[in-house]
């Protein structure tokens, strides 16, 4: 059974650059057609699909968000890294990572921000933008 769980610090100044650290376990992320994603729902929104890194290395990013993020991977200790810079209290939320396994096509056009689509989550981590 994969699991995640997220790791970073609860608090951001303004300005700084927010890492955060998924590890997962019960499975390889480099799996064949494995999808690894990072979501946040801030106070009184709905989820808000950031990005994600697929089972090859291929990452792919939210347009509003995508000058700002980037996704890596650490194969050889099964995790991923969310960056995202020059964050705003507007970036204060809760942050998830995600997985899913989609044998199809065109993945980036699915509605990656309903949950729906991922069948496996971290429990999330609280992360707070103020100075």
């Known amino acids: 059974q994969v699991q995640l769980q997220e790791s970073g610090p609860g608090l951001v100044k303004p300005s700084q650059t927010l890492s955060l650290t998924c590890s997962v376990s019960?499975?390889?992320?480099?799996?064949?057609?494995?999808?690894w994603s990072w979501i946040r729902q801030s106070p009184g929104k709905g989820l808000e699909w950031l990005g994600y890194i697929d089972f090859s290395g291929s990452t792919y990013y939210s347009p509003s968000l995508k000058s700002r993020t980037i996704i890596s991977r650490d194969s050889s200790l099964n995790q991923f890294t969310l960056q995202l810079s020059s964050v705003t209290p507007e970036d204060t939320a809760v942050y998830y990572c995600?997985?899913?396994?989609?044998?199809?096509?065109?993945?980036?056009?699915?509605?990656?921000?309903?949950?729906?689509?991922?069948?496996?989550w971290g429990q999330g981590t609280q992360v707070r933008v103020s100075s």
């Open positions: 019960g499975g390889s992320m480099t799996t064949n057609y494995w999808y």
């Open positions: 995600a997985g899913r396994y989609y044998s199809g096509t065109n993945f980036y056009f699915r509605n990656l921000s309903q949950r729906a689509e991922w069948s496996h």
